[in-house]
């Protein structure tokens, strides 16, 4: 598994998406529409994207650290 960081090259809107893809080895297009599908359902699903989408460290940022 690779680090938990949202991509540089790839992404739409924050990255999220693609960061879980990546990690979770699939692709990027079936996790959005997996978060799309789950935005139909009741819950927190927006807010926990957003929080991701701060929380989770860009790709180029993470490289500097290290």
Not at 3 to 10: K, S
Not at 34 to 46: A, E, K, T
């Amino acid at each position: 598994m690779t680090a938990l960081v949202r991509p540089t090259h790839g992404r739409m809107i924050g990255g999220v998406c693609a960061a879980l893809a990546r990690r979770f080895g699939t692709s990027a297009t079936t996790m959005r529409v997996i978060f799309l599908v789950s935005c139909l359902l009741p819950g927190p699903q927006f807010l926990l994207y957003i929080a991701l989408w701060i929380l989770l460290p860009s790709e180029d940022k993470a490289r500097t650290a290290w």
